[in-house]
C-alpha cells in the first residue's frame, strides 16, 4: 500500500488511512515506534507505554547512591534568592 509523505516544517507527515490503523488495532491518537531495519522505515504499534513512578524509580536505585551531576552554572536571571 502506498502512503503519502508530505513536508512540515522540519519533518515529514505520513498519512495512513483509518482502515489500515483499525487492522493492527491502533487508535486513531495511537503511538507507533519508528525504526530503520536493513535500510528500510518499519513503524511497529507500541502496545503499552511503560508507566513511571518516582517511588519505583527511587528505589531502583542502589543502596548509598549519591547524585553526582549537578549544574551549577552562572546565575542568569532573577533566580539569586539570598
Known amino acids: 500500500m502506498e502512503v503519502a509523505v508530505r513536508p512540515i516544517k522540519d519533518a515529514v507527515e505520513i498519512t495512513l488511512p483509518v482502515d ?3 487492522a ?3 487508535p486513531i491518537d495511537g503511538v507507533l515506534e519508528a525504526q530503520i531495519v536493513d535500510g528500510e522505515l518499519v513503524l511497529k504499534k507500541v ?3 511503560k508507566t513511571y513512578y518516582l517511588d519505583e524509580m527511587l528505589a531502583a536505585l542502589p543502596p548509598g547512591y549519591q547524585e553526582t551531576e ?3 552554572g552562572p546565575l542568569v536571571g532573577k533566580e539569586n534568592w539570598e
Open 20 to 22: 489500515l490503523l483499525k
Open 24 to 26: 493492527v488495532g491502533l
Open 47 to 49: 502496545d503499552d507505554l
Open 70 to 72: 549537578w549544574a551549577t
